[in-house]
């Protein structure tokens, strides 16, 4: 079965750093475009940006450039989402997902589970 | 950016109706690259339909969705209760690429 698993729930203090990750299982991910979603009560559903790892290309939304890094190791079929300080804000559930073809951005019909990250004091 | 607003926020309607989600968006989504997706508590959002009416793999036929524009339905005909959930459209088509707020659908 494919899927996307992705790294486990993480606690952390404002203005520490965090690195989360997102495996490909079952696939690989180096042709597709791999975006990451936040979700939180207040704001829903963000797209926060995407990756593509077969050459790194990486678009972010406008309001979270300089907020966040993505990066990608295509040789272990990971992508990653960081942080280097956190803020309390941060504090969401954070998805990989897939689109459902390869080389652009389309519909995303495989997410991962979701890693719960709180920062909190 | 493009926003998507969806309606209503609550949908409250027993097994066996029909639901009628709405999905506005404030301009048009070019080649009608808008998706439907479902969310349970505690799970990731299932993609139910692409590019505005095609359903994905696996999905019921009883959920159906049109639109054009700036105006996208999703539809579902005879409400299982696995159906209970929400629901958010996503525009695919500008970047961002923005959700709508969401519509969640409840038992009466």
């Known amino acids: 079965e494919v899927q996307l698993v992705q790294s486990g729930a993480e606690v952390k203090k404002p203005g520490e750093s965090l690195k989360i990750s997102c495996k490909g299982d079952g696939s690989t991910l180096t042709h597709y475009w791999i975006a990451w979603v936040r979700q939180t009560p207040e704001k829903g559903l963000e797209w926060l940006g995407m990756?593509?790892?077969?050459?790194?290309?990486?678009r972010y939304r406008p309001s979270f450039r300089g907020q966040i890094t993505m990066s990608a190791d295509k040789s272990i079929n990971t992508a990653y989402l960081q942080w280097s300080s956190l803020k309390a804000s941060d504090s969401a559930i954070y998805y990989c997902?897939?689109?459902?073809?390869?080389?652009?951005?389309?519909?995303?019909?495989?997410w991962g589970q979701g890693t719960r990250v709180i920062v909190s004091t | 950016e493009i926003v998507l607003t969806q309606s209503p926020a609550t949908l409250s309607l027993s097994p066996g109706e029909r639901a009628t989600l709405s999905c506005r968006a404030s301009?048009?989504?070019?080649?009608?690259?808008l998706a439907w997706f479902q969310q349970k508590p505690g799970q990731a959002p299932r993609l139910l339909i692409y590019d505005a009416s095609s359903r994905a793999t696996d999905i019921p036929d009883r959920f159906s969705a049109s639109g054009s524009g700036t105006d996208f339905t999703l539809t579902i005909s005879r409400l299982e209760p696995e159906d209970f959930a929400g629901y958010y459209c996503?525009?695919?088509?500008?970047?961002?690429?923005?959700f709508g707020q969401g519509t969640k659908l409840e038992i009466k």
């Open positions: 990756i593509y790892p077969a050459d790194s290309d990486t």
């Open positions: 996503q525009q695919y088509a500008n970047s961002p690429y923005t």
């Open positions: 301009q048009s989504v070019s080649a009608n690259y």
């Open positions: 997902a897939r689109p459902r073809v390869t080389g652009r951005l389309d519909a995303f019909d495989l």
